[in-house]
């Protein structure tokens, strides 16, 4: 019996390793609805962590070749997927080929397309709350990202956009538990850094040395929180002791869990003039740019507005 089943009606897949348990398996039907997406569905498809580079060669070829499988987002797979099957895709965005990794995968036409969409979602979320000229308007302001892994990759590349030149950080600096991952996005950074921005990299293995690294922030930094802390595991990469800088933004990229970092902000928020956001607008962006893809059609303004109403009537912390 074929591994997986031609689509009846036109078809997005989710490829992940939980999938059944994400909201956006309830979320999507109404969001189908409220974009006329007619008959179309959402499937899971479920793929162990590090699998077989056979299994994401068999996905990629069964959408590529199924007429009513229009495409997928993926997570967690986003490397693996494209070390084993990019050579199957017609198209390639240019993060994509920089990053090495896919988050969206359509069609147009004849050809399979893929897509590092990240970037431009960190991006979509970071402008939600961080005002057009910031940088230019507050030179002193830096940026520190706890956690080196993909979303820092990602925004650190949004950050360095080449259209933004004179409104760039005073300089970005990156703090994180395990030696390789830092060495990566170092590496990553510097082939990218168009216009000398200054970067730091800091190993926090310990208990208090992201509280040090933050200590060092100017007033008006931005603080982000990209560790998982608080969602995947419980706690928060700061101490209690951990003090924010004055008129800090503050970003929580996660929206449920226990959200330890968000909630120590909030307890210095009045004292110390804090801007808090949380992940909900960057997991509204994530989706929507991928079934935007996926479906060929554009989702900005009232109609991303409505799509985040419909979720959020979905989520019980919002
Ligand atoms: N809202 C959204 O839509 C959205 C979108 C993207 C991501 N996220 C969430 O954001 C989180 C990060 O995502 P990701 O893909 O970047 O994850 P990831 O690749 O697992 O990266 C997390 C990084 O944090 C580091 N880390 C963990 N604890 C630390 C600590 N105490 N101090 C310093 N660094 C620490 C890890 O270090 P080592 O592994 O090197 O030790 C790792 O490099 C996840 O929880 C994910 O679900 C949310």
Redesign the pocket.
Known sequence: MAKYEPATQPTMYFIGVTTGSSSIMKVFPEWAKALGLKDAVMKGIDIAIHADPQEYVDVVKFIKEDPLSLGALVTTHKLDLYNAAHQYFEYLDPYAQMFHELSSISKRGDKLCGHAK?PISSGLALEHFVPEHYWKEHPQAGVLI???????ISMCSYLMREDFAGNYPAKIVI????K??LKEIEEINAKLDPFGIEFAYYL?PEPGQ?DEVLHKMPEGSLVIN????G??RPGS?LTDNAKFPKNALVWE???RGDLRFMHQAEEQQEERNLTIED?WT??IH?WTQVISEVFDTPIAGERLQKLDEIAAGFNQNK
């Open positions: 990240d706890m956690g080196a892994g993909g979303s820092a703090a994180n538990r395990s390789p991952r926090t992201n990209a560790t998982g802390l969602k995947d990469p990229i996660n929206y992940g960057y997991f994530g």
